[in-house]
């Protein structure tokens, strides 16, 4: 097991403190809380009802994020196609930024689809399955190759460096890493 990269796997950050502030309080909105009430990587330590509140728990450090949910949010929807919510990340910690980052918006990207889906399943008189695959036709299919290239990135370099140094009697002790290189 590779110590240097456990701070930086999203299984290992969970529980980050969170506040939210659902300011608008419909069927979508209580969607996008549950979503976050269900992941593991967050912990709702407080739901407010003002941004006051919301930016004293983040002040305070109760919370490291905070999740606020407009007023108007699915008024915006309706009129202009799309909304905005509001997640603030306190950055001292790199870390946990990533994750809650990446973590909130998987969180509103598969909210985001499910309501996709089922309008367009409504709006065209089909099943929301066959809906979502004329809304997301392209699927991914992810493939990393090489770790040198895949490995080297500002927030894993001091890893690596301490690794260097940890096998320098290893090959992979030796090699140097820069960009898409890897020297030996």
């Known amino acids: 097991m590779n110590f240097f990269k ?3 796997s999203t299984n290992i950050i969970k529980e980050i403190p969170l506040v939210i502030f659902d300011a608008e309080n419909t069927k979508l909105s209580r ?9 593991e990587n967050f912990k709702i330590v407080a739901q407010v ?14 919370a490291f994020v905070a999740l606020e949910i407009p007023p ?13 919510v509001l997640c603030e990340i306190n950055g001292a910690n790199i870390a946990i930024t990533n994750v809650a980052s990446s973590t909130a918006q998987d969180i ?11 309008c367009a399943a409504l709006s065209l008189g089909i099943a929301e399955d066959t809906a979502a695959k004329k809304i997301s036709p392209v699927t991914t299919t ?22 260097f140094f940890i096998n320098k009697n290893n090959n992979f002790g030796r ?3 820069i960009g898409d290189n890897c020297i030996q």
């Open 142 to 163: 992810l493939r990393i190759l090489g770790i040198c290239a895949n490995i080297f990135c500002a927030g894993k370099f001091f890893g690596i460096v301490a690794a």
């Open 31 to 39: 969607e996008i809380v549950a979503g976050f009430y269900d992941s």
């Open 108 to 118: 509103l990207n598969s909210v985001s689809e499910k309501f996709s889906k089922h």
């Open 175 to 177: 090699q140097l890493f």
């Open 49 to 62: 009802d003002s941004e006051e509140k919301m930016l004293e728990c983040l002040k305070e450090k109760r």
């Open 6 to 8: 456990l701070p930086y």
């Open 72 to 84: 108007d949010f699915s008024k915006k929807i309706v009129q202009e196609g799309a909304a905005s």
